[in-house]
């Protein structure tokens, strides 16, 4: 099928090489052809459908999502946008301010335009509920048993937090928008310099989401210079006010923090990937540090005593259901 799906697209004889994907079951693969590059999606399980409009709606907006040049039910020819991540070029303090900046210039350009309308709602209480896979995977794989009602207990608590602090939904979220979904694009201007690959699972959400997306990176440190800078110049450019938007990165940090560790030992316990365990200690801190906010005083003291830190230990724990490599 695949092979059908590249000749009716022109690219019957390029040659191709695989390209690491992500936590997902999707696979790239990068086709050369002379000169011409594309990237084939192969998603059987997802929707590409979705994210070729999504694609075209971000283009629309004069964002560098992938242009689309072929598709079929679970295949996508994309536009071969490079290899500049962010996250590889970000190697020194200076060059990771200016990359981070230019990240955050393509969601102050996002959120000047109304979501898509007919995306799900990250509502205070669907963010909530995403929180439960820090006790179904994360404390259960862990071995620790919290009491019973605690999941709950932690998603009311979270859902008024966010119904008092982050309960707009006016902008598109791209949910995943971190150093290892951003390409660097040199030779294009404003916020079209950010190269956007991951936003199938976009929602219309608060538009601190991914600004705390990017500087609370699981994958790698960010330096706090770089997240201040990042913060800074979004409001500078918007003109929101300090105090409640910072007050909302807290309380979206911890729920994208909180369900992060659930998916990570999800990741480990069910599709055989251990490595994911490797970044929890990072994760951890970045809860932490949002969980000191007073806003979060009442998700706090649900927390603490209910969740393993990941010490040695525990993390071996996380990682045993893994099969052996």
């Known amino acids: 099928m695949t092979d059908l799906f590249l000749a009716k697209a022109g690219w019957a004889e390029a040659t191709a090489s695989p390209i690491a994907g992500d936590a997902s079951a999707r696979r790239y693969t990068r086709l050369c052809k002379g000169a011409a590059r594309a990237i084939l999606m192969d998603d059987p399980d997802g929707d590409t459908a979705l994210f070729a409009r999504l694609s075209r709606h971000l283009l629309s907006l004069g964002l560098s999502a992938p242009e689309i040049l072929a598709e079929a039910p679970g295949k ?3 536009e071969d946008l490079g290899d500049g991540l962010i996250a590889r070029l970000a190697t020194d303090p200076e060059t990771e301010k200016q990359l981070y900046l230019f990240a955050t210039d393509a969601l102050i350009a996002l959120h000047q335009h109304a979501p898509p309308a007919d995306l799900p709602e990250a509502s205070p209480q669907y963010l ?48 995943d928008y971190h150093a290892e979904n951003i390409l660097w694009l040199p030779d294009r201007q404003g916020p079209a310099r950010a190269g956007l690959l991951d936003f199938q699972d976009a929602l219309q959400g ?19 210079k770089t997240a201040e800078a990042a913060i800074r110049y979004y409001l500078g450019a918007t003109g929101l006010p300090e105090t409640p938007f910072r007050t909302a990165l807290a309380v979206l940090g911890a729920q994208r923090n909180l369900r992060i560790l659930g998916v990570f ?18 994760v951890w ?10 806003a979060l005083a009442e998700v706090a003291a649900i927390l603490h005593p209910a969740l393993p830190a990941p010490t040695p230990e525990i993390l071996q724990r996380l990682k045993s259901p893994c099969p052996t490599p």
């Open 76 to 78: 996508l020819l994309l």
């Open 128 to 175: 909530a509920v995403m929180t439960d896979l820090a006790f179904t995977c994360f404390a259960t794989n862990a071995g620790f048993a919290p009491q019973t009602g605690t999941a709950e207990a932690c998603a009311q608590a979270f859902e008024r937090a966010l119904a008092a602090h982050a309960p707009e939904t006016d902008v598109m979220i791209l949910r």
């Open 206 to 224: 608060h538009r601190a989401y991914d600004l705390v997306s990017l500087i609370e990176d699981a994958r790698r440190d960010v330096a706090p």
């Open 265 to 282: 030992a999800r990741l480990a316990a069910t599709r055989g990937k251990p490595g994911y365990i490797d970044l929890i200690p990072r």
């Open 285 to 294: 801190g970045h809860l932490q540090a949002d969980l000191r906010h007073p």
